[in-house]
């Protein structure tokens, strides 16, 4: 990939390799809010029973717990590029099959279920993969911020937009939010095909190496790591407090604070708002700290932040909580996910990523059951306070690894270069 110069160094131009991930990244991220917006609306107009609505954002989760691992192994395996182009390709195929269901009628929620299933599943391959496959694009020392680029270009241009664009599709027929997230998924194949990429570089495996030693060994890998293993489990206790939280927000807006519908989506917004903030700040405080300390920063921080949502009663709080938890979520992903990239033996990286989306995953639903057990016997501002618990808890399984971090200094962070043939 070439690069440009700057002011502060060089900076990575838009052609190449990384821009044209990037792109499939955010047009990938933008498709699929169009769906998941869509697909609860349309469950909605089949079916009033509670239980199976519900049943379609669950199986959003069960392919995680179930290939997470699997997925990991996979990708390990197999040429990235062509393993990512390929399934989109396939899920492209899936929704524009499902889209077509849809206009002619034939809708139901079992098809609904086995859509939302079978992506998932899916998706556990090519999220491991796009993880491993970034450092052949960059250089190690320039993923931090080729990381903030792709999850801030997710947030701006791939999650913000769908949720009025989504209303304006359904208006021009039930079947079009999906069209257009098949569409997504096909023009998102089309750029990772056209990337130029080495081959992966690995070592003949063991004769009689099966996917089940092969998963032991990267999680085994992951235990090992000073850094990364307290980073896993820190991760874990946070997307339980999350889950808790998010389960719950809704209540907590309404009922506790006794705000309304506008105040719940501004809550939203502002949490949304924080996001783009702390991609444009991750970076600049890892200079500063250094990786893991930023992730040590970033959860004291949303400590604080839950506790002022879950002690004042008061609409100003809630918003201000929700502010910083959004600037240090991004700060956090990044450096979690850098972290993952730089110190994963390179053989091993689609294992261990899938080690920590797998526990990321897991934490999400068992922190929703909790937040509601929780705001039920305690009352609506009880999983704020839970979560504040459980991100406290977060910080101090950081210490170990703050202490092995070092700091990121400037050149580690300059250009971002990719390992590109022809």
């Known amino acids: 990939m070439t690069t440009v110069g700057t002011a502060g160094g060089r900076a990575p131009a838009w052609r190449g390799g990384f821009g044209r991930l990037w792109g499939a990244a955010v047009i990938s991220r933008f498709g699929d809010a169009l769906r998941t917006t869509a697909l609860p609306l349309l469950a909605v107009d089949l079916t009033d029973d509670p239980p199976v609505v519900a049943a379609v954002t669950a199986c959003g989760y069960v392919p995680w717990l179930l290939f997470g691992l699997l997925g990991g192994a996979v990708a390990d395996r197999v040429d990235q590029r062509r393993a990512m182009w390929a399934v989109d390709a396939v899920r492209g195929c899936l929704v524009a099959a499902f889209a077509l269901a849809v206009a002619l009628g034939h809708a139901s929620v079992p098809l609904l279920l086995a859509l939302a299933f079978l992506l ?37 241009l791939g999650g913000l937009p769908a949720g009025p664009v989504v209303p304006l599709l359904l208006g021009a027929g039930a079947c079009v939010p999906f069209a257009a997230d098949a569409a997504t998924y096909l023009l998102a194949a089309a750029l990772i095909a056209s990337l130029r990429t080495r081959p992966p570089e690995r070592e003949p495996r063991p004769a009689g190496s099966t996917l089940r030693a092969e998963i032991g060994a990267g999680l085994r890998a992951l235990w090992r790591d000073r850094v990364l293993r307290p980073v896993c489990l820190a991760t874990l206790l946070c997307n339980i407090g999350m889950g808790a939280l998010i389960a719950t927000l809704v209540l907590h807006v309404t009922r506790w604070l006794r705000a309304g519908d506008t105040e719940f989506a501004a809550a939203m917004t502002v949490y949304a708002a924080g996001s783009l903030a702390g991609g444009f700040l991750a970076q600049r405080i890892a200079r500063r700290t250094g990786r893991a300390r930023a992730l040590l920063l970033a959860g004291t921080v949303q400590t604080a932040a839950l506790l002022l949502m879950g002690a004042v009663r008061h609409l100003g709080a809630l918003l201000v909580g929700l ?23 390179e053989p091993m990286t689609g294992r261990i990523s899938s080690a920590f989306r797998t526990a990321s995953t897991s934490g999400a639903p068992l922190g929703a059951v909790l937040g509601g057990a929780v705001a039920a016997a305690f009352g609506l501002n009880a999983p704020a306070l839970l979560a504040a618990l459980l991100f406290a808890l977060a910080v101090i399984a950081l210490i170990p690894a703050a202490r092995a971090d070092v700091s990121v200094g400037a050149p580690q962070d300059g250009p971002t270069t990719a390992h590109v043939t022809g």
């Not at 450092?135 to 999850?151: E, F, I, K, T």
């Open 120 to 156: 998932t599943a899916l998706q556990t391959l090519f999220d491991n993969a796009a993880t491993a496959l970034l450092p052949s694009l960059v250089d190690r020392a320039a993923l931090g911020g080729a990381n903030a680029r792709l999850m801030t270009g997710q947030q701006v």
């Open 323 to 345: 502010l910083l938890l959004g600037i240090m979520n991004m700060v956090w992903n990044v450096h979690q996910v850098t972290l993952m990239q730089q110190r994963s033996p």
